[in-house]
T-cell receptor
Framework: ETGVTQSPTHLIKTRGQQVTLRCSSQSGHNTVSWYQQALGQGPQFIFQYYREEENGRGNFPPRFSGLQFPNYSSELNVNALELDDSALYLC?????????????FGSGTRLTVV | DQQVKQNSPSLSVQEGRISILNCDYTNSMFDYFLWYKKYPAEGPTFLISISSIKDKNEDGRFTVFLNKSAKHLSLHIVPSQPGDSAVYFCAAIDQGGKLIFGQGTELSVKP
């Protein structure tokens, strides 16, 4: 059973640029959630994808968008990067529908915006 | 609006003693809570959970207590070991099924 993998592990972008982060969900999981963890804070929910559709969104602007693919992998896209977007971005997969709250997290992508 | 709060950013404990990590929540609709442990450069890993129909759940050295009237839960680690040194996050599941995290408490267990 493979876990959740995220790529890249680190990247540096310039303010105003766009970035795409990728996540492969754990085998058997059909739901992917994305979280932003700023320094010294807990992870904050960005959005969740189930059956390739957004299924819940946190308090993040529209320049944060995502996709889920038929194999349940997912992308997080952020446009017009701002300095405050610098954070650890975590992806978590789960198996929605079986009453199990077993979220498995990836190791995250550390994004630095300069 | 911080619905899940961990008011202690850090905790230092001697090896072999008890570690108690606290968490408060504001939303009385939360009915499932989890604790996650996070090492640097790794994602959070699930530790233990509790449903609101219980007031205690135990798994080896880890016990979680839930006081619904006080909207408070705590994680007890006995005995604490140096390998337990990490950041611990308390989280609640909201009605939409997403995790609401606290700010985290950094536990340091000294030999």
């Amino acid at each position: 059973e493979t876990g959740v993998t995220q790529s890249p592990t680190h990247l540096i972008k310039t303010r105003g640029q766009q970035v795409t982060l990728r996540c492969s969900s754990q085998s058997g999981h059909n739901t992917v959630s994305w979280y932003q963890q700023a320094l010294g804070q807990g992870p904050q929910f960005i959005f969740q994808y189930y059956r390739e559709e957004e299924n819940g969104r946190g308090n993040f602007p529209p320049r944060f968008s995502g996709l889920q693919f038929p194999n349940y992998s997912s992308e997080l896209n952020v446009n017009a990067l701002e300095l405050d977007d610098s954070a650890l971005y975590l992806c978590a997969s789960s198996a929605r529908g079986n009453g199990n709250y077993g979220y498995t997290f990836g190791s995250g992508t550390r994004l630095t915006v300069v | 609006d911080q619905q899940v709060k961990q008011n202690s950013p850090s905790l230092s404990v001697q090896e072999g003693r008890i570690s108690i990590l606290n968490c408060d929540y504001t939303n009385s609709m939360f009915d499932y809570f989890l604790w996650y442990k996070k090492y640097p450069a790794e994602g959070p890993t699930f530790l233990i959970s509790i449903s609101s129909i219980k007031d205690k759940n135990e798994d080896g050295r880890f016990t979680v207590f839930l006081n619904k009237s006080a909207k408070h839960l705590s994680l007890h680690i006995v005995p604490s070991q140096p390998g337990d040194s990490a950041v611990y996050f308390c989280a609640a599941i909201d009605q939409g099924g997403k995790l609401i995290f606290g700010q985290g408490t950094e536990l340091s267990v000294k030999p």
